[in-house]
């Protein structure tokens, strides 16, 4: 169809006279025509096929790099759910860690309170036994001095041998003379 249209265009120019500006050659224009198609048929069998191949293989290339891309790209995503897993166990190891520390230190705590409270309960009884032991000490030698004191009033009296009245005398005198020491 395409060629009909050359063929009769050129039968048109050429019909119009002689060798003006837009006339055509007939022969001209086959040899023209032929060296097209004979350009074409060696392109395609030289030249054609290599930068199919070519075509191809960048295609090829193209195809495997962004399979390659995907690739990387479900390994970024694989890798950044791991983090994420990942992240999720440091921070529950972290809350573990700190609840561990948390009733350590809680442990800790009750552990010297209740040596504070046997240390204190200790000096108490410490304390405790040695009043007692004191206030023991301390009767014992009142004993002594009273019976030391009942012996020095029986022996003024003895010595004195004096009447009644006079033995209330010497025993309201010796009271006051102890007061006063």
Not at 41 to 61: D, N, V
Not at 112 to 133: G, P
Not at 137 to 158: N, W
Not at 163 to 177: G, H, L, M, Q
């Amino acid at each position: 169809m395409i060629a009909e249209i050359y063929f009769a265009l050129i039968s048109v120019l050429a019909a119009g006279g002689g060798g003006g500006l837009l006339s055509v050659d007939q022969g001209l224009a086959f040899w023209t025509t032929l060296t097209f198609l004979l350009l074409l048929f060696l392109l395609r069998k030289f030249a054609w096929k290599p930068i199919l191949t070519a075509l191809q293989q960048r295609e090829l290339a193209i195809k495997e790099s962004l399979e390659q891309a995907e690739k990387a790209k479900e390994e970024a995503k694989k890798i950044l759910q791991q983090n994420e897993v990942n992240l999720a166990k440091a921070e529950e190891e972290s809350k573990k860690i700190i609840e561990q520390s948390r009733q350590y230190a809680e442990n800790l705590k009750q552990q010297i309170l209740n040596e504070s409270k046997l240390q204190a309960k200790k000096l108490i009884d410490d304390a405790t036994s040695e009043i007692e032991r004191k206030k023991i000490a301390t009767l014992d030698e009142l004993k002594t001095q009273i019976a030391q004191i009942a012996v020095d009033a029986a022996s003024k009296i003895i010595k004195e041998n004096l009447d009644s009245e006079k033995n209330k005398n010497i025993v309201r005198d010796y009271i006051k003379e102890i007061s006063k020491n």
